[in-house]
């Protein structure tokens, strides 16, 4: 018998350089704080990204967690990646890819997507994604 242990995305870290601003950005872009725990530079923070994946931030956002001190990219769906975009360069992200019409060379035939890329105030990637 074949057992798929993975059930689906849990969530991803990210080492910020100031935490309180990463935890303002995220929480005005829509996500919410479900826990948290340490203090000052050993506090680590989840926010539901809406379906019950999380982003973990880091405090104290240093080089010793890995080589680059971020994520490349984490994706969230959305309904409206033009929606979402500007509401994010409202809050301060700044813009990596305007939205866009996207057509993934799948097969038996291309699938067009929605995306568009803002950065975060690490310069972290964050891809709005919704499938056409």
Not at 42 to 64: H, P, Q, Y
Not at 118 to 125: L, S
Request: aromatic share 10%; glycine share 10%; with cysteine.
């Amino acid at each position: 018998m074949n057992q798929n242990y993975i059930t689906g995305f849990h969530h991803i870290g990210l080492k910020c350089a100031d935490i309180e601003k990463s935890i303002a950005m995220y929480e005005a872009l829509g996500m919410r704080e479900v826990m948290r725990w340490g203090e000052g530079e050993k506090l680590v923070v989840m926010l539901d990204i809406g379906d019950g994946g999380r982003i973990e931030l880091f405090a104290n956002g240093s080089d010793d967690f890995s080589p680059n001190g971020k994520w490349i990219h984490f994706a969230v769906k959305v309904t409206d990646t033009v929606a979402a975009y500007r509401k994010a360069l409202e809050i301060g992200f700044t813009s990596q890819m305007e939205p866009a019409v996207v057509p993934l060379a799948t097969k038996p035939q291309p699938t067009p997507i929605h995306i568009a890329f803002v950065c975060g105030p690490d310069g972290e990637q964050v891809e709005f994604f919704r499938e056409a």
